[in-house]
Nanobody, 115 residues
Framework: QVQLVESGGDVVRPGDSLTLSCAAS????????MGWYRQAPGKEREMVAS???????NYADAVKGRFTLSKNNAKNTLDLQMDDLSLDDTATYYC?????????WGQGTQVTVSS
């Protein structure tokens, strides 16, 4: 069973930066897909940023220019650097990966942006 453990969530102020980390129990160097999603209260889960095996990244319009993915194959981690956070970024953030045709989720880490 694949395990994904997210960490780094916190309570921050608007304009602050935060880095989330996703640690996988599998070798992520050959994964076709890995990404970060988020779910705010009362809203559906949405993709934030993803990376393909080729290294191609994709970011949601709402976070482009503010969030950056960093994949470390040696450590089997996928980090999400979040800059200039706003109130709208408040959500539970989840890591997701695709392995052997199945998607796996982590348990999530809470990010609260509050003034």
């Amino acid at each position: 069973q694949v395990q994904l453990v997210e960490s780094g969530g916190d309570v921050v102020r608007p304009g602050d930066s935060l880095t989330l980390s996703c640690a996988a129990s599998e070798d992520i160097s050959t994964l076709n897909f890995m990404g970060w999603y988020r779910q705010a209260p009362g809203k559906e889960r949405e993709m934030v940023a993803s990376i393909l095996r080729s290294g191609r990244t994709n970011y949601a319009d709402a976070v482009k220019g503010r969030f950056t993915l960093s994949k470390n194959n040696a450590k089997n981690t996928l980090d999400l650097q979040m800059d200039d956070l706003s109130l709208d970024d408040t959500a539970t953030y989840y890591c997701r990966l695709l392995l052997h045709g199945d998607y796996f989720w982590g348990q999530g880490t809470q990010v609260t942006v509050s003034s």
